[in-house]
């Protein structure tokens, strides 16, 4: 009966401190993420008339632990920062930076030239070259007018 009791307390723990979450469950939450290694680093992405860029923020992590796959039309950046043991966990203050393995995936739009795709790390920092195919690329197409001269028109502007 006594075991009974005990179980029927630990389930109802439990019930109220998902549905209420107490400063501690948050705490023990946080260090669950700590240790399953869920985070995604943070990116920039931009892009000029011959290439897409894209820039990661991957400090402390070895760039034999960074892959970097194309799957299709999509780009996959996967790696993972190692937890260094030389401190113990317990003398640790404060843990901000999450460390495990991350994963992020982009979709490729169809005029990047996926065989060109140029990968540099230098300072913690990730940089892809994602270069533009040639036919995608805008070009100027010259103008027969009525009278036979000739004239350049710029094609995305209609000038």
Do not use: C
Request: proline content about 5%.
């Amino acid at each position: 009966m006594f075991r009974d009791l005990m179980t029927l307390q630990d389930r109802m723990n439990r019930l109220f401190e998902e549905s209420l979450p107490s400063r501690r469950s948050r705490e023990r939450d946080q260090d669950d993420a700590f240790y399953a290694g869920n985070w995604a680093p943070p990116v920039d992405i931009w892009e000029d008339e011959n290439s897409i860029y894209l820039k990661a923020d991957l400090p402390d992590i070895d760039p034999k632990d960074i892959d970097i796959k194309i799957e299709g039309n999509r780009l996959l950046l996967q790696g993972q920062r190692k937890f260094e043991n030389e401190v113990k966990e317990e003398n640790f203050h404060r843990i901000e930076r999450a460390y495990g393995t991350f994963a992020r995936t982009f979709t490729l739009p169809h005029n990047v030239a996926s065989d060109k795709i140029q990968a540099t790390y230098k300072d913690g920092v990730l940089n892809l070259t994602l270069p533009k195919r040639e036919d995608s690329k805008p070009r100027k197409i010259q103008i027969t007018a009525g009278n036979g001269q000739n004239q350049e028109r710029d094609v995305r502007t209609n000038r």
